[in-house]
């Protein structure tokens, strides 16, 4: 299996701009999150998702992000005016069945808002 | 606010030394996984304990887990330079989340 995979990479981006990362979970998995990884703050659960239903956003800092899952293979995270205090390396996860087991990480995305 | 603590913060070892990381965390567990993270990369799941487990091995990993103590243990056999990386506990208690601690920095000099 090629693993969860994120797109872009690296996005550099201009305070105002809107930002959309992408992510294509585990084929079968029913479990999606979305993390943020920062020094101050270290990992961050944003947002999970099960069935495409999402269950549990209270880890989404303002209104500024919104997370969407139209169907199983897919998944955006968009910040929507970006700030400099959102750079940071946003990760996909997905795992079999929920919380508990096994989560697997994508590569992520690194977002430099400047 | 944080569920597992590790501790050290960063270790830094000669290959072929064993390195031991710690973590606590504060309210009753299902089960704890340990993952490990390159420089630049996503999270690794490296081991899994469930609640009722007290000790397990994978390769030359050894993990213990003290419900009494809510502590658990990585250890790290016969290190190589390649197990240079941070090191994350993460709890599950329940639920929807998987809690990530700040992670153990470890390096590993060749």
């Known amino acids: 299996d090629a693993g969860v995979i994120q797109s872009p990479r690296h996005e550099v981006t201009e305070m105002g701009q809107e930002v959309t990362l992408r992510c294509k979970p585990i084929?079968?998995?029913?479990?999606l999150f979305w993390y943020r990884q920062t020094m101050m703050r270290g990992l961050e659960l944003l947002i999970y998702?099960?069935?495409?239903?999402?269950?549990?956003d209270s880890g989404m800092p303002e209104d500024r992000f919104s997370a969407k899952m139209p169907n199983a293979s897919f998944s955006t995270l968009k910040i929507q005016p970006s700030e400099p205090r959102d750079s940071a390396v946003y990760f996909c996860?997905?795992?079999?069945?929920?919380?508990?087991?096994?989560?697997?990480f994508g590569e992520g995305s690194w977002l430099t808002v400047v | 606010s944080q569920q597992g603590e590790e501790d050290p913060q960063a270790l830094s070892i000669q290959e072929g030394e064993n390195a031991t990381m710690n973590c606590s965390y504060k309210?009753?567990?299902?089960?704890l996984q340990w993952y490990r993270q390159n420089s630049g990369r996503g999270l690794v799941h490296l081991i899994l304990?469930?609640?009722?487990?007290r000790e397990k091995h994978s390769g030359r990993l050894r993990v213990t887990l003290d419900t009494s103590k809510k502590s658990s243990s990585l250890l790290i056999t016969a290190s190589r330079a390649a197990d240079t990386a941070s090191y994350f506990c993460?709890?599950?208690?329940?639920?929807?989340?998987?809690?990530f601690g700040a992670g153990t920095r470890l390096f590993v000099k060749a």
């Open positions: 996860a997905s795992s079999l069945r929920g919380a508990g087991n096994t989560i697997y």
């Open positions: 084929s079968g998995h029913n479990s």
């Open positions: 998702f099960n069935n495409n239903v999402p269950i549990d």
């Open positions: 309210t009753s567990i299902n089960n």
């Open positions: 304990i469930r609640s009722n487990e």
């Open positions: 993460a709890t599950y208690t329940g639920g929807f989340k998987t809690i």
